[in-house]
């Protein structure tokens, strides 16, 4: 890549390079805020036929679950489902200004993600089988097409399609925001594998359609979808088993040519907008190709949650994304045991619902965690970069092991870290104050190398993935977490003992757990009104 910031790469290491944060400069992005061309975080169809779907209790299945029996699948656990996964966990109200959280998260809480669900007939949702689009304010589906038969899709499941609309994260980020809607991306799938557990339902990743077939199979590709520059881009499909068996080999062409109508036409998200063709860039760059189905990794029951007393329903509603900590709350060391297995490769509910080879190592800053002296620790997810990750950092790292059995958990470096900690993340004290911190560290260069330009996409859902579980894990704890998308990256990575210039590792997320303090200036209303969900 050129020295050249006017040249935009022409691959997606340049991308990654140029978007790094560093003391002394941080990535391209606004130089103000426009607020009166802030993207609306609601996608809406205007002329579909909407659905308001029941809003339930629960589920009560014990954390992390899954549920013992799985639910039916009809209107009301489909709209519990959407509900956990995506629907809203809170409104926010504070001098004068208003806001809504949801039970998924999203950086800056501007929420790239859409989702849409593909599915045979249902009673009180459609006489036929169609796409849905998901509209959480008003918890609801929008009808986006119909087809002309009532089943299409194997019994005892449906389709779950992610998408990104970068132009919502690029508003306040600028050339970054392309990272931000992959790392969204990635807690979706969480939230989606934690909502379905619930029910006793599994969520898997399709590794093997391309971004053009995922894209007529929701009609992204008409003239109606989206509105210029709010481009909406296909992340990825999921297939939600709702009953016990295999999983069903999903051949979505024929879902592709079968006859349909669609209906609706996307709203306008802005008014205005300002261009950021290094993002354009990006998303053209990381585009996938129909590809073999990658096996799934084995699975590893989560087990009983150590020092965890919580259901589903309440850990999911109430995850929030703590904006201070307290940097004094020490985290349980037998939930902590619990968390680092559900944070291993396959590790079920969350982990298993991504097939793709774990390429990602965890480094902890550990501050206060009982029973764990205060240090830097690896947590090692993939065996076959084991030796090079561990020849790339530093030689003079201890690792020393045994503290949580066979688990590969090494201390690197013994020590207070919360300025490290601190420094690292655009000195931003929340990441000093909490319990612990994480920096997830991607085997990059041979990902790449392997799977091509998507390989940029997969990493940064993995991470996503990742955080979703820490958030989730460390409110059913009865603390709270904060994923960290600013962080210098270099400054991480010499942190770690990499070499000056070294690409094969690349730090791409950030998180934070610990106690969080709250803001009584802030008021919390209901998601929904109570109407709502006492409604037979």
Same mark, same amino acid.
């Not at 929008?142 to 992610?162: K, Q």
């Not at 894990?473 to 977490?481: D, E, I, P, Q, R």
């Not at 590792?505 to 929904?528: K, M, N, S």
């Given at each position: 890549?050129?020295?050249?910031?006017?040249?935009?790469?022409?691959?997606?290491?340049?991308?990654?390079?140029?978007?790094?944060?560093?003391?002394?400069?941080?990535?391209?992005?606004?130089?103000?805020?426009?607020?009166?061309?802030?993207?609306?975080?609601?996608?809406?169809?205007?002329?579909?036929?909407?659905?308001?779907?029941?809003?339930?209790?629960?589920?009560?299945?014990?954390?992390?679950?899954?549920?013992?029996?799985?639910?039916?699948?009809?209107?009301?656990?489909?709209?519990?489902?959407?509900?956990?996964?995506?629907?809203?966990?809170?409104?926010?109200?504070?001098?004068?200004?208003?806001?809504?959280?949801?039970?998924?998260?999203?950086?800056?809480?501007?929420?790239?993600?859409?989702?849409?669900?593909?599915?045979?007939?249902?009673?009180?949702?459609?006489?036929?089988?169609?796409?849905?689009?998901?509209?959480?304010?008003?918890?609801?589906?929008?009808?986006?097409?119909?087809?002309?038969?009532?089943?299409?899709?194997?019994?005892?499941?449906?389709?779950?399609?992610?998408?990104?609309?970068?132009?919502?994260?690029?508003?306040?980020?600028?050339?970054?925001?392309?990272?931000?809607?992959?790392?969204? +991306?990635?807690? =979706?799938? &969480? #939230? *989606?594998?934690?909502?379905? %557990?619930?029910? $006793?339902?599994? @969520?898997?990743?399709?590794?093997?359609?391309?971004?053009?077939?995922?894209?007529?199979?929701?009609?992204?590709?008409?003239?109606?979808?989206?509105?210029?520059?709010?481009?909406?881009?296909?992340?990825?499909?999921?297939?939600?088993?709702?009953?016990?068996?295999?999983?069903?080999?999903?051949?979505?062409?024929?879902?592709?040519?079968?006859?349909?109508?669609?209906?609706?036409?996307?709203?306008?998200?802005?008014?205005?907008?300002?261009?950021?063709?290094?993002?354009?860039?990006?998303?053209?760059?990381?585009?996938?190709?129909?590809?073999?189905?990658?096996?799934?990794? +084995?699975?590893? =029951?989560? &087990? #009983? *949650?150590?020092?965890?007393? %919580?259901?589903? $329903?309440?850990? @999911?509603?109430?995850?929030?994304?703590?904006?201070?900590?307290?940097?004094?709350?020490?985290?349980?060391?037998?939930?902590?045991?619990?968390?680092?297995?559900?944070?291993?490769?396959?590790?079920?509910?969350?982990?298993?619902?991504?097939?793709?080879?774990?390429?990602?190592?965890?480094?902890?800053?550990?501050?206060?965690?009982?029973?764990?002296?205060?240090?830097?620790?690896?947590?090692?997810?993939?065996?076959?970069?084991?030796?090079?990750?561990?020849?790339?950092?530093?030689?003079?790292?201890?690792?020393?092991?045994?503290?949580?059995?066979?688990?590969?958990?090494?201390?690197?470096?013994?020590?207070?870290?919360?300025?490290?900690?601190?420094?690292?993340?655009?000195?931003?004290?929340?990441?000093?104050?909490?319990?612990?911190?994480?920096?997830?560290?991607?085997?990059?260069?041979?990902?790449?190398?392997?799977?091509?330009?998507?390989?940029?996409?997969?990493?940064?859902?993995?991470?996503?993935?990742?955080?979703?579980?820490?958030?989730?894990?460390?409110?059913?704890?009865?603390?709270?977490?904060?994923?960290?998308?600013?962080?210098?990256?270099?400054?991480?990575?010499?942190?770690?003992?990499?070499?000056?210039?070294?690409?094969?590792?690349?730090?791409?997320?950030?998180?934070?757990?610990?106690?969080?303090?709250?803001?009584?200036?802030?008021?919390?209303?209901?998601?929904?009104?109570?109407?709502?969900?006492?409604?037979?």
């Amino acid at each position: 890549m050129s020295g050249d910031r006017d040249e935009l790469p022409n691959d997606i290491r340049g991308y990654h390079a140029r978007t790094k944060h560093a003391p002394s400069r941080y990535a391209l992005g606004p130089a103000f805020l426009d607020w009166t061309s802030q993207p609306s975080p609601y996608r809406r169809f205007a002329g579909a036929r909407l659905v308001e779907l029941p809003l339930g209790d629960g589920p009560a299945a014990a954390f992390p679950g899954p549920a013992g029996d799985a639910v039916a699948l009809d209107a009301a656990s489909l709209g519990l489902f959407l509900e956990l996964a995506f629907g809203l966990s809170a409104w926010k109200s504070a001098e004068g200004a208003t806001w809504a959280l949801r039970n998924n998260p999203s950086s800056g809480n501007l929420h790239p993600t859409e989702a849409y669900v593909l599915m045979n007939a249902m009673e009180a949702v459609s006489a036929l089988a169609g796409l849905h689009h998901y509209a959480p304010l008003e918890h609801a589906l929008e009808e986006r097409a119909a087809y002309d038969v009532e089943n299409l899709l194997p019994a005892g499941g449906f389709l779950l399609a992610l998408t990104s609309i970068p132009w919502r994260e690029s508003w306040k980020y600028g050339e970054r925001a392309f990272r931000y809607c992959q790392l969204d +991306a990635g807690h =979706a799938i &969480g #939230a *989606a594998a934690q909502a379905g %557990a619930g029910l $006793g339902w599994r @969520v898997s990743a399709l590794t093997h359609p391309g971004d053009a077939e995922i894209a007529s199979l929701l009609g992204l590709d008409r003239t109606d979808a989206w509105r210029r520059r709010e481009e909406e881009e296909p992340d990825l499909l999921l297939w939600v088993q709702t009953q016990s068996g295999e999983r069903p080999h999903i051949d979505i062409a024929p879902l592709i040519e079968a006859p349909r109508q669609f209906f609706g036409a996307a709203n306008r998200l802005s008014e205005d907008h300002d261009g950021w063709p290094l993002v354009d860039r990006a998303v053209r760059l990381c585009r996938k190709s129909r590809t073999a189905p990658t096996a799934f990794l +084995a699975e590893t =029951a989560a &087990g #009983a *949650a150590q020092g965890v007393d %919580a259901q589903i $329903g309440a850990v @999911v509603r109430r995850r929030r994304s703590a904006q201070r900590m307290d940097g004094a709350a020490v985290f349980p060391k037998e939930t902590f045991a619990a968390l680092l297995a559900a944070l291993r490769p396959g590790a079920a509910p969350l982990l298993s619902a991504l097939p793709s080879p774990p390429r990602l190592a965890l480094v902890f800053l550990i501050h206060r965690v009982e029973g764990v002296e205060p240090g830097v620790y690896l947590l090692e997810r993939d065996s076959t970069n084991a030796p090079a990750l561990r020849l790339a950092l530093s030689p003079d790292f201890d690792w020393m092991s045994g503290a949580f059995g066979e688990t590969p958990f090494y201390r690197l470096r013994p020590g207070p870290q919360e300025r490290e900690a601190t420094r690292t993340a655009c000195l931003q004290p929340i990441a000093g104050k909490g319990c612990f911190s994480v920096a997830m560290i991607a085997d990059f260069e041979r990902t790449l190398n392997e799977e091509g330009g998507f390989a940029y996409r997969r990493l940064h859902w993995e991470a996503g993935l990742i955080g979703q579980a820490l958030y989730l894990w460390a409110t059913a704890a009865g603390l709270a977490g904060t994923g960290i998308g600013c962080f210098f990256d270099d400054e991480v990575h010499a942190l770690l003992g990499f070499a000056p210039g070294e690409t094969r590792f690349q730090d791409l997320y950030h998180f934070t757990v610990g106690a969080p303090v709250e803001d009584p200036r802030i008021l919390t209303l209901p998601a929904y009104p109570d109407e709502r969900r006492r409604r037979p």
